[in-house]
């Protein structure tokens, strides 16, 4: 029994040898993990831009008579910024269909020429852009952090998200030839 058992100690004994996983090369390892915080950044977006511009209300809203579910998670600050941007949407989509105005990349708004603006409504438009711009950072900072992202990813996303509500004829800053220029969608 005794010459088993020190067979078997020597069996194992040797069988934990010890191996070396050294390389003369470092070893790569293509691990393909993304995680997608875009998606929650998304739905921010698509909540905010709803309140607006206005949506089609979710069937559950309608029938509870309330407006989108994502409004209690912002602060008063994002809130009235909602609302102030949602009071002043008229006059700002009124510039970008006579050419005043357009988005940049960054989706903040711009002059995109100042020779066609009368000068009796220069300061009107230069007022309603500084304080939508103000508004629109409040909102991309706020979704930012509850996001864990930056700045400038969520506001590519509203950038996305206001190109795609834009009608035809409106100004965007575009990515093209190399470069960034101002373009009518």
Request: contains cysteine; aromatic residues 12%; glycine residues 4%.
């Amino acid at each position: 029994m005794k010459k088993v058992f020190f067979i078997l100690l020597a069996i194992a004994l040797i069988s934990c040898a010890k191996v070396n996983l050294q390389t003369s090369q470092p070893l790569k390892v293509d691990i393909n993990m993304r995680v997608d915080v875009y998606q929650h950044v998304a739905k921010d977006v698509e909540s905010i831009q709803n309140q607006i511009y206005g949506s089609t209300p979710k069937q559950i809203n309608a029938i509870l008579l309330m407006n989108e579910a994502y409004a209690q998670e912002y602060s008063s600050d994002v809130t009235a910024a909602i609302e102030r941007r949602k009071a002043r949407r008229d006059t700002i989509e009124r510039y970008f269909a006579k050419g005043y105005i357009g988005e940049d990349k960054d989706a903040y708004l711009q002059y995109v020429t100042k020779e066609n603006i009368l000068s009796d409504i220069k300061n009107a438009v230069e007022s309603a852009i500084a304080e939508e711009n103000a508004d629109r950072s409040t909102i991309y900072k706020a979704i930012a952090q509850k996001n864990g992202v930056g700045v400038s990813e969520t506001s590519k996303v509203f950038f996305d998200d206001d190109y795609k509500r834009a009608p035809n004829g409106y100004w965007f800053e575009v990515y093209e030839g190399g470069r960034y220029i101002w373009k009518q969608k």
